[in-house]
T-cell receptor, first 110, second 118 residues
Framework: KQEVTQIPAALSVPEGENLVLNCSFTDSAIYNLQWFRQDPGKGLTSLLLIQSSQREQTSGRLNASLDKSSGRSTLYIAASQPGDSATYLCAVDAGNMLTFGGGTRLMVKP | GEEVAQTPKHLVRGEGQKAKLYCAPIKGHSYVFWYQQVLKNEFKFLISFQNENVFDETGMPKERFSAKCLPNSPCSLEIQATKLEDSAVYFC????????????????FGSGTQLSVL
């Protein structure tokens, strides 16, 4: 059974810092891994999708890496802004469903 | 742009009452997924559809939960005789065809239906 863990569970940083969110998964037989953002009371927004054959994906200030063999992914956020405050979830796709991590709650202080 | 539309946004039911949630996937998307979010970030997969056919229902508590995706109608998730522990946000997501094969498609999520069972 796939298990996804995210560390840290919560993070508070001053504006402008670069930060890294971590995601680990137990079964490396995945099709892809996605990072989502969830704002309070809102649905999920897909940020980045990394296919199993890829090592990383970039979108603006976000960079996600994937090391399938070690079961790890990181989401790097450069020059953080207060608008980045949200919960970030990673999810692995084994082909028929997504398995989510518990999320990292990020607070970026002005 | 187009988005996954879930209705209603909020639903309040007394214990034992029926609850029905709706989801209109993005046009052209053949896969629909239902997730239950309890205690903020603990998502639980419920069921998925490929067009109107059940694709995977391993997460469904079958005794009280049922779901359908009929042609030309929104998909629905119905809970008979709700219980207190059914209180959660129910998310629907859709993706384009060929999912899980050569093409890796993103899931697009609706904003969820918050179900409160009192």
């Amino acid at each position: 059974k796939q298990e996804v863990t995210q560390i840290p569970a919560a993070l508070s940083v001053p504006e402008g810092e670069n930060l890294v969110l971590n995601c680990s998964f137990t079964d490396s037989a995945i099709y892809n891994l996605q990072w989502f953002r969830q704002d309070p009371g809102k649905g999920l927004t897909s940020l980045l999708l990394i296919q199993s054959s890829q090592r990383e994906q970039t979108s603006g200030r976000l960079n996600a890496s994937l090391d399938k063999s070690s079961g790890r992914s990181t989401l790097y956020i450069a020059a953080s802004q207060p608008g980045d405050s949200a919960t970030y979830l990673c999810a692995v796709d084994a082909g028929n469903m997504l398995t989510f991590g518990g999320g990292t709650r990020l607070m970026v202080k002005p | 742009g187009e988005e996954v539309a879930q209705t209603p946004k909020h639903l309040v039911r007394g214990e034992g009452q029926k609850a029905k949630l709706y989801c209109a996937p993005i046009k052209g998307h053949s896969y629909v997924f239902w997730y239950q979010q309890v205690l903020k970030n603990e998502f639980k997969f419920l069921i998925s559809f490929q067009n109107e056919n059940v694709f995977d229902e391993t997460g469904m508590p079958k005794e009280r939960f049922s779901a359908k995706c009929l042609p030309n109608s929104p998909c629905s998730l119905e809970i008979q005789a709700t219980k207190l522990e059914d209180s959660a946000v129910y998310f629907c997501a859709s993706s384009r065809p060929l999912r899980g094969l050569d093409v890796n498609e993103k899931l697009f999520f609706g904003s969820g239906t918050q179900l409160s069972v009192l």
